[in-house]
Nanobody, 124 residues
Framework: QVQLAESGGGLVQAGGSLRLSCAAS????????MGWFRQAPGNERDFVAA????????YYADSVKGRFTISRDNAKNTVYLQMNSLKPEDTAVYYC?????????????????WGQGTQVTVSS
């Protein structure tokens, strides 16, 4: 089992930045690929970014490429999502997810563990 806890969400103006953190506990964190997803009201849970177990491979949704950066610190059992140049359309609940595999994926149903989510609201 892996327990995940997100933090760092909040209200920010368009053009601003936020850094989300996801602290993991339980089984060995470094064996898990990690991902960030988001869900706006009335929408499905969409892929945002993913990172391999070592951090050497990262993947991004086209909508956030060049603005968001995913990273991880295996010594701290934490994965981060740095979000810059935020837009109102980035408003959503952001979820951290862990996959019981080394390689990341971009679909939600390939992840095994989920956090409770953290709200990000971007005002125009």
């Amino acid at each position: 089992q892996v327990q995940l806890a997100e933090s760092g969400g909040g209200l920010v103006q368009a053009g601003g930045s936020l850094r989300l953190s996801c602290a993991a506990s339980g089984r060995t964190f470094s064996n898990n690929a990690m991902g960030w997803f988001r869900q706006a009201p009335g929408n499905e849970r969409d892929f945002v970014a993913a990172i391999s177990w070592s951090g050497s491979s990262t993947y991004y949704a086209d909508s956030v490429k060049g603005r968001f950066t995913i990273s991880r610190d295996n010594a701290k059992n934490t994965v981060y999502l740095q979000m810059n140049s935020l837009k109102p359309e980035d408003t959503a609940v952001y979820y951290c997810a862990a996959r019981a595999r080394l390689a990341p994926r971009t679909t939600a149903n390939e992840y095994d563990y989920w956090g409770q989510g953290t709200q990000v609201t971007v005002s125009s």
